[in-house]
């Protein structure tokens, strides 16, 4: 299963730095996406990172701010969300792709294993 952590309430402009184990499969076979979704929303992308880390996927909304990024032999991928905004307010879930390939997927229907998720609050 997957374990998110790393949330809390910040002001605009600063850092946090989300993490996620997981345990019960093999990380290293799967690539890797964090997602969010804000009250009253739906659950989007936000960052993915391949098995090998040799490709990363970034939406709009993250590019230059935020890096995914994974460290296999500790099954852990990181989130690292500087300048956040009070726009990034939502519930950070990190997810397992469905398919063990080199393949990195940006849709949430190809994710599974989503966890509890971890608060995210921004105050401007």
């Known amino acids: 299963q997957l374990q998110a952590s790393g949330g809390g309430l910040v002001q605009a402009g600063e850092s946090l730095r989300l993490s996620c184990l997981g345990c019960?499969?093999?990380?290293?076979?799967?690539?890797m996406g964090w997602f969010r979704q804000a009250p009253g929303k739906e659950r989007v992308i936000v960052a993915a990172?391949?098995?090998?880390?040799?490709?990363?996927y970034y939406a709009d909304s993250a590019k230059g701010r935020f890096t995914i990024s994974r460290r296999n032999y500790q099954n852990t991928v990181y989130l690292q969300m500087n300048n956040l905004k009070p726009e990034d307010t939502a519930v950070f879930y990190c997810?397992?792709?469905?398919?063990?390939?080199?393949?990195?997927?940006?849709?949430?229907?190809?994710?599974?294993?989503w966890g509890q998720g971890t608060q995210v609050t921004v105050s401007s």
């Open positions: 019960g499969f093999t990380f290293s076979n799967y690539a």
């Open positions: 990172i391949s098995r090998t880390s040799s490709y990363s």
């Open positions: 997810a397992k792709a469905r398919r063990a390939s080199g393949l990195t997927p940006t849709s949430p229907e190809e994710y599974e294993y």
